[in-house]
């Protein structure tokens, strides 16, 4: 991770708001784009309200920048239809990179889901997939795609499945040994460190861990 300003999209969300606040805590600056206000007093956080329909007019907001975050996310539940979770997980994401490519942008991380496969039949592990491929495509100088088990964290929307699991993590973590840790649960906190100090770290595209995010946040 670089020294200077961080872009954080998708701020208001679980991972983007951990995100952002330990950018701040580290006397980072950070931009902080999102479709509503971010609960954030902090002077080195500004908070830019967007239109991802028209993210070529917020294109100012990518200049000057030196790593970006992608925590954009949604449910089928929440977008209404899979047309509308595809928008969000990847066209906005997409646009986002590209934004983030034509300001000059070095480093840009994404967070997926573990599984994610554009083959997949499973819709949202495909979908995942799919933004993965895209943007590994794109000529950054380093691309980090962080793939998280289920995320342990206080979410404003508690949805049930993830209310059961998070009861449950610490007995079924432990069962997940060798090669199915990386379906490991992992605390939201966590995996923000783990974001911040692998941004940067390696050059051309690099995917992360459940054991990646655990070591990459003791740095």
Known sequence: MSS????VVGSTGLVGEAVVNLLASKEIPVRALSRTDLN???PLVENIKVNFDRLDEY???????SDVYICLGT???KAGSQEAFEKVD????????????????????????IGADSSSSN?????????EDKISQLDFQSISIHRPGLLIGARKEMRFAELIGQKIHPAVNLLLLGNLSKFRSIKVEILAKAMINCSGLETGTKHYYYNDFV????V
Request: proline share 0%; aromatic share 8%.
């Open 75 to 77: 449910t089928i539940s």
């Open 59 to 65: 294109k100012e907001h990518f200049k000057e920048v």
């Open 90 to 113: 990847i066209e906005y994401c997409l646009e986002t990179a590209k934004q983030a490519l034509n300001a000059g942008v070095k480093n840009l991380s994404l967070i997926t889901s």
């Open 4 to 7: 200077q300003r961080s872009l």
């Open 40 to 42: 954030s007093s902090n």
């Open 215 to 218: 070591q990459k946040s003791r």
């Open 123 to 131: 819709f949202y592990l495909k979908t995942k997939g799919i933004i």
